[in-house]
């Protein structure tokens, strides 16, 4: 998945109905494996994805280019996927991987769906252990610093930002 060029998301902004659907269609592994990574369910996770570029199309002239468009784009998914969990009632899961060791390049998509993955179960299984791990003591800490944790470590926030949705 390849950040989209400037050009086309400027194309998408100025409301050209092909670089929309460009946009989209360049983006929909990327939010479908953020959705799925979230609900583990593929019903839920299709939805989301539809929601999400709904949310696209009416928020993309908020994108000011501060940020990549994929951390933009990853961020208006999660938050998306957090207003449902939360409406369903349910915890938000904490998404691990190079964020939980604190790296200033994290890059979103190295937490999402990897088929990679699939093919090597004991590498799974590590992986599953210390996101387990990591979420257990994540839930040992007060709700305020567990919630700027991740929004420092996972969605790229700096302690100064305001956490508005996109």
């Known amino acids: 998945m390849a950040e989209p060029s400037a050009e086309l998301i400027r194309r998408a ?14 983006q929909q592994h990327y939010v479908y494996s953020i959705a799925m990574s979230i609900f583990r369910n593929p ?14 199309c009416r928020a993309i002239s908020l994108y000011t280019g501060e940020s990549r468009f994929t951390t933009w784009l990853y961020r208006l998914v999660v938050n998306l996927c957090r207003d449902e969990l939360r409406r369903r009632g349910r915890q938000v899961p904490i998404l691990t991987g190079e964020a ?5 390049d994290f890059d979103p998509l190295s937490v999402v769906a990897d088929e990679s993955a699939w093919g090597n179960p004991a590498r ?12 257990q003591a994540l839930a040992l800490l007060d709700d ?12 790229e926030m700096k302690y100064t930002e305001d956490s508005r949705n996109p």
Do not use: C, K
């Open 43 to 56: 019903e839920d996770a299709a939805d989301l994805t539809q929601e999400a570029f709904i949310r696209l």
């Open 100 to 104: 939980a060791a604190g790296d200033d």
């Open 13 to 26: 902004q100025a409301g050209d109905p092909q670089a929309l659907t460009e946009l989209i269609l360049s």
């Open 124 to 135: 799974m299984l590590d992986e599953e252990e210390q996101r387990s791990e990591i979420r």
């Open 144 to 155: 305020h610093y567990r919630l700027a944790l991740t929004l420092y470590y996972f969605d």
